[in-house]
């Protein structure tokens, strides 16, 4: 066990952000539904509506508007899971991750139909399996609900989005497994450019409720995208949600404390886009920023169900963190995403102070009143933060961040742990 360490003290910052927000959520949804289902859907047809795993905002209210806007005009919803191998790749394992964010059979008054099975739709001319979501085939009709955002492996224009949920989610866990298979090889945006022709004629897909949500977690823009125009109009809406999407605003962190990390949060847990590294899973690489040295993650959210793919990016963890891992789980999705070093194991201490003063501890070279500290509660979660004095003069410079409070020691209980942070009111 390394020799305890002052750690500096910290002082907390806030972002500011651009606030693009859809006040009438149900309205909104209401009318971009309508685009996709006005003459298209007839009374007594079931549609399916596939729903993913990550914790979207608003997720329960917008998917209950499409399942009353559904029934109301005749029809009869229900809803898939479109989530590849998460939940363990089990009917049982992605009913219960959906719970976690909300959605389940009675909330929704809607039933979930959670089959694994999909069959393979087309094979592309190099071989790659498409596979569809059984359940989603036999309804008449299928709609996504789904966030746009940059992936934590993907580049280019089609990242985390409607092609995705598409080729990943609704070709459940033999689908993702086909497609990561096939990224060996392949970028993700050859793969939907090749598949998604092949694929739509042969699937009832009506077409996808793109969200994007500002830098406060909020939803910022809902839009009806059909299926013939994925291909078009995805890369613009990825544009959009990179512009609004948060950063952590240094050039340079000696030591990252997050707070928890999830698949709810992040398809690796924690963002790679947000701790720049998205390429090499332990550093930077040139041109990524911030640059950080060592990240220590505290906690795994309730929603990731013990899920903890994205560990592998930490250097220090706490035994909290490794007790609340479903190891297999994880390894299921660590494996069909051909992401194995997402899952390898990093040392993991008692308390989160011995955590924390391990990592600070392990940059020797540096001072520690010089270590460049930064606290966040998650990825997803940046409008506020607890910065060290080394970074003041970075945010001092920066006119979209303000200072809420003066350098004070780490708050760590009797018993060595801390709370989650808690955001003031904004």
Not at 4 to 13: E, G
Not at 85 to 104: C, D, K, R, W
Not at 170 to 198: C, D, T, Y
Not at 345 to 357: G, H, L, N, V, Y
Request: with cysteine.
């Amino acid at each position: 066990m390394p020799d305890a360490i002052s750690l500096p003290p910290m002082f907390r910052v806030r972002q500011h952000f651009s606030r693009p927000q859809v006040t009438d959520i149900p309205g909104e949804i209401a009318s971009q539904l309508a685009k996709l289902t006005a003459g298209r859907v007839s009374r007594g047809q079931r549609v399916a509506l596939a729903v993913g795993s990550r914790g979207i905002a608003s997720l329960p209210v917008m998917v209950k508007t499409v399942i009353d806007e559904l029934r109301a005009s005749g029809a009869e919803p229900l809803i898939v899971p479109a989530m590849g191998s998460h939940g363990g790749g089990t009917p049982e394992g992605q009913t219960a991750m959906l719970a976690t964010l909300g959605i389940t059979p009675e909330a929704m008054e809607c039933p979930i139909e959670a089959a694994m099975e999909s069959p393979v739709r087309v094979t592309l001319p190099a071989g790659v399996p498409i596979h569809f979501s059984a359940a989603a085939l036999a309804a008449d009709h299928v709609i996504m609900l789904n966030r746009i955002k940059l992936h934590t492996g993907f580049a280019g224009p089609y990242q985390s989005g409607m092609a995705k949920m598409l080729l990943l989610g609704l070709g459940k866990h033999e689908g993702a497994k086909a497609i990561h298979a096939a990224s060996r090889r392949f970028s993700f945006e050859e793969m939907v450019n090749a598949a998604l022709p092949a694929l739509l004629p042969t699937i009832p897909l009506l077409g996808g409720l793109a969200v994007i949500e500002n830098a406060f977690e909020e939803v910022g823009r809902i839009q009806a995208v059909p299926a013939e125009r994925i291909l078009a109009d995805e890369p613009a809406l990825l544009e959009q949600a990179t512009a609004w999407m948060p950063q952590l605003p240094f050039e340079e962190i000696d030591v990252l404390v997050i707070d928890r990390i999830g698949k709810n949060l992040s398809g690796t847990g924690l963002d790679t886009n947000v701790v720049s590294r998205k390429v090499h899973d332990n550093h930077a690489m040139p041109g990524e920023r911030p640059a950080v040295h060592r990240i220590v993650a505290r906690a795994l959210t309730e929603e990731t169900r013990g899920n903890a793919l994205g560990v592998g990016l930490c250097e220090f963890i706490t035994d909290r963190l490794k007790s609340a891992i479903n190891f297999e789980y994880t390894y299921i999705n660590a494996v069909t995403s051909n992401h194995v070093a997402g899952c390898k194991m990093p040392p993991s201490f008692p308390t989160d102070r011995k955590a924390i003063e391990a990592a600070a501890a392990s940059l020797f070279d540096l001072n520690p009143a010089e270590l460049r500290m930064v606290r966040i509660r998650s990825t997803l979660e940046l409008t506020e933060l607890e910065v060290s004095p080394a970074l003041r003069a970075e945010v001092d410079a920066n006119e979209d961040l303000e200072t809420l409070s003066t350098p004070e020691p780490w708050a760590f209980d009797e018993s060595g742990e801390l709370a989650d942070l808690e955001f003031r009111v904004h």
